[in-house]
């Protein structure tokens, strides 16, 4: 069955850095189109990063030039470098297939605190 791990959050001042770390099992990583999502207080889940089997990736608008998503397939592990983090990338992440169904399966996904 499919899983999904994710693990790295933490609390971080304004401008840090973290790398978030998504393990998949149950998947066929090689050839799976992947993203990361978040989720903040109040708010609907939105999509953050695509990765495609190809490694071809793409960004949502808000975290071009500051996030970073990559994965190793050997180890079905996908990652997201977050750069120059804003208090408005505070969320809990999640990775997921990209794109994801309705009623799909969601790891317990990572807090990720961006506060002084």
């Known amino acids: 069955q499919v899983q999904f791990v994710e693990s790295g959050g933490g609390l971080v001042q304004p401008g840090g850095s973290l790398r978030l770390s998504c393990a998949a099992s149950?998947?066929?990583?090689?050839?799976?189109?992947m993203g990361w999502y978040r989720q903040a207080p109040g708010k609907q889940r939105e999509l953050v990063a695509v990765i495609t089997h190809t490694g071809n990736t793409n960004y949502a608008d808000s975290m071009k030039g500051r996030f970073t998503i990559s994965k190793d397939n050997a180890k079905k592990t996908m990652y997201l470098q977050m750069n120059s983090l804003k208090p408005e990338d505070t969320a809990v992440y999640y990775c997921?297939?990209?794109?994801?169904?309705?009623?799909?399966?969601w790891g317990q996904g990572t807090q990720v605190t961006v506060a002084s």
């Open positions: 149950g998947v066929i990583f090689s050839i799976a189109t």
């Open positions: 997921n297939f990209h794109p994801v169904v309705p009623g799909a399966y």
